[in-house]
């Protein structure tokens, strides 16, 4: 990557966040001042489901995350549980260098960024080394496609402590056609039923968007479980939700998994390319 392929677009609304934008499409939105502040929809669902099934205290949290940008996420996490320990999967070394220069982590940040890609990452990960791992990553606006068969998503598991929670971002077309090829292959990797967010107008199929994904790793190593996930408080959480947002849990997710097949690594797809580069909806 070339430096003039990244921009960092100040805001004009005097909050003092920046928009990191690559080969148009916007990555990151991070305000340095204001880790709390969170702009793009996604990104505070991520918060949203990590602030209820990973409370802030008394233990930190430890995360993993399979993609990094502006590490806003992460810088999130620091924020709201000092101490956390996290590991950050980025290749694009030239786009780590220029955000730690322009928008420098904080003072006894546990932020570990490593320039390498997910399933390299991911397989030099301990088992059990991580309670949450975040799947964050779009090459040109797409999710890769090696980043959802059963294989990488089973090593996503492996990584993960009993009871711990995958979060996947993913953007799909109106129907969810990928986004339900993607729910049966984490379910093929061994995880509990996964719960599905989105902005309402996201799930009734009237726009491209992103769907949030959250799957536990079951207490025993290939036993699935269904009640790991407190449900009911995720519904509470996104009741309050900034932007309009549903959940899908149950047969709700069942009927839109139906029929659908896992992904091998012979036919893995990236996600549908976005209608319009630089289209993501804000706050």
């Known amino acids: 990557m070339t430096v003039d392929r990244v921009r960092f677009d100040a805001d004009a609304d005097g909050r003092g966040g920046v928009t990191i934008v690559v080969d148009?499409?916007?990555?990151?939105?991070?305000?340095?001042?204001?880790?709390?502040?969170?702009?793009?929809?996604?990104?505070?669902?991520?918060?949203?489901?990590?602030?209820?099934?990973?409370?802030?205290?008394?233990?930190?949290?430890?995360?993993?995350?399979?993609?990094?940008?502006?590490?806003?996420?992460?810088?999130?996490?620091?924020?709201?549980?000092?101490?956390?320990?996290?590991?950050?999967?980025?290749?694009?070394?030239?786009?780590?260098?220029?955000?730690?220069?322009?928008?420098?982590?904080p003072r006894g940040h546990r932020i570990r960024v490593r320039?390498?890609?997910?399933?390299?990452?991911?397989?030099?990960?301990?088992?059990?080394?991580?309670?949450?791992?975040?799947?964050?990553?779009?090459?040109?606006?797409?999710?890769?496609?090696?980043?959802?068969?059963?294989?990488?998503?089973?090593?996503?598991?492996?990584?993960?402590?009993?009871?711990?929670?995958?979060?996947?971002?993913?953007?799909?077309?109106?129907?969810?056609?990928?986004?339900?090829?993607?729910?049966?292959?984490?379910e093929a990797a061994g995880f509990g039923a996964p719960v599905i967010l989105a902005p309402h107008e996201v799930l009734k199929g009237r726009r491209f968007g992103n769907v949030v994904v959250v799957a536990n790793r079951s207490a025993e190593a290939g036993q699935p479980t269904r009640s790991a996930l407190n449900s009911q408080s995720l519904r509470r959480a996104v009741a309050s939700a900034p932007v309009p947002t549903g959940i899908r849990e149950g047969g709700e997710v069942s009927r839109l998994v139906a029929g659908a097949r896992a992904f091998t690594e012979a036919d893995a797809q990236p996600s549908p390319e976005p209608p319009t580069p630089g289209t993501w909806r804000r706050r």
């Open 115 to 186: 320039p390498l890609g997910g399933r390299e990452g991911v397989a030099g990960l301990g088992a059990g080394s991580a309670d949450v791992l975040v799947l964050d990553a779009y090459a040109a606006g797409r999710v890769p496609a090696e980043l959802v068969t059963p294989a990488f998503l089973a090593d996503v598991a492996r990584a993960l402590a009993p009871g711990g929670v995958l979060l996947a971002n993913l953007a799909d077309e109106p129907g969810l056609r990928y986004v339900a090829r993607v729910l049966a292959s984490i």
């Open 24 to 105: 148009g499409h916007p990555q990151s939105h991070v305000a340095s001042a204001d880790p709390g502040l969170l702009v793009f929809e996604y990104v505070q669902l991520l918060a949203l489901v990590v602030s209820v099934l990973r409370p802030a205290a008394p233990t930190p949290t430890r995360a993993t995350h399979v993609g990094g940008a502006g590490l806003t996420l992460a810088r999130w996490i620091q924020h709201t549980r000092p101490g956390s320990s996290q590991i950050v999967f980025e290749p694009d070394g030239t786009l780590t260098a220029l955000v730690r220069e322009r928008l420098p982590l």
